[in-house]
């Protein structure tokens, strides 16, 4: 059986942008992300937070992802310097290698394939040097776009999970993808 890695200083080439570890530069550019109202409505299922609380939490991920084993991949998706999303593999089971991914993509760069990229990569990432065996993920039944990135990466629809989320004081139901290893 092929163990969890952990991998260091992640770097990851995709078309046109590229997955990288957090810096502190990156604060001001993520704490806009997180509280544009389009993705906090369509996407997130929290309150907007503070510039000290999205401060508090990229060292907080530092500090994770020197962890042994590293449980979490939280990168930023960048063209050069420019933020243009995130995204983040969390291993969830280290004896059943199993993991889950999430991306978020700012506004200005829905439609354009970016989603469909980050997942790529992410899921390279858990069944390359990372090791895991299958990974999951969860949208909203109503986000076409998100579901259609999933399936995209080769993802398979396994049902819907009722009243998955509660959310700003009401109930989300979530659909639920994965894909194994042996399906690439």
């Known amino acids: 059986m092929t163990p969890i890695h952990s991998v260091r200083a992640v770097r990851l080439s995709g078309r046109g942008f590229g997955l990288r570890e957090w810096a502190d530069e990156d604060v001001p550019a ?55 999303g995130l995204g983040t593999l969390t291993v969830e089971s280290m004896p059943h290698r199993r993991g889950e991914i999430g991306y978020v993509v700012h506004p200005d760069h829905w439609g354009r394939g ?16 990372v090791g895991l065996h299958r990974v999951e993920a969860t949208t909203r039944p109503d986000h076409a776009a998100s579901r259609r990135v999933l399936e995209k990466g080769g993802m398979r629809c396994e049902g819907i999970s009722r009243d998955h989320l509660l959310v700003r004081g009401s109930w989300w139901d979530s659909v639920r993808y994965a894909i194994l290893a042996t399906d690439r």
């Open 114 to 129: 970016l989603g469909t990229g980050i997942a790529g990569l992410l899921l390279d990432l858990a069944f390359g040097p």
């Open 30 to 84: 993520l704490h806009a992300l997180l509280t544009e109202p389009r993705v906090l409505d369509r996407v997130l299922d929290e309150r907007a937070p503070t510039r000290d609380e999205v401060h508090d939490a990229v060292s907080t991920w530092r500090e994770e992802a020197g962890g042994e084993p590293r449980p979490a991949y939280r990168l930023a998706a960048v063209d050069g310097d420019r933020l243009l």
